[in-house]
């Protein structure tokens, strides 16, 4: 089964905890608001969730 990431973006303030912390830069910063450009690049290490200071952030396998 492929792992889902999802982001709220009502949620989301662009804290940007999540692109500093992923290690393989799944993540990018449009319009103030996360996006995962590179989703197909995660490697479920689940900082993003963990770091997220509003929650924003669900992954299947974390």
Known sequence: MK???KIDHDK???AGECK????????E???G????SGVAECV???GC???CPTGAI???SC
């Open 3 to 5: 792992s889902t990431l």
């Open 12 to 14: 989301c303030t662009g």
């Open 20 to 27: 500093v912390l992923c290690p393989v830069e799944v993540f």
């Open 29 to 31: 910063i449009v319009n």
């Open 33 to 36: 608001k996360s996006t995962a």
């Open 44 to 46: 479920e290490c689940c």
């Open 49 to 51: 969730v963990e770091s």
């Open 58 to 60: 669900e992954h299947s």
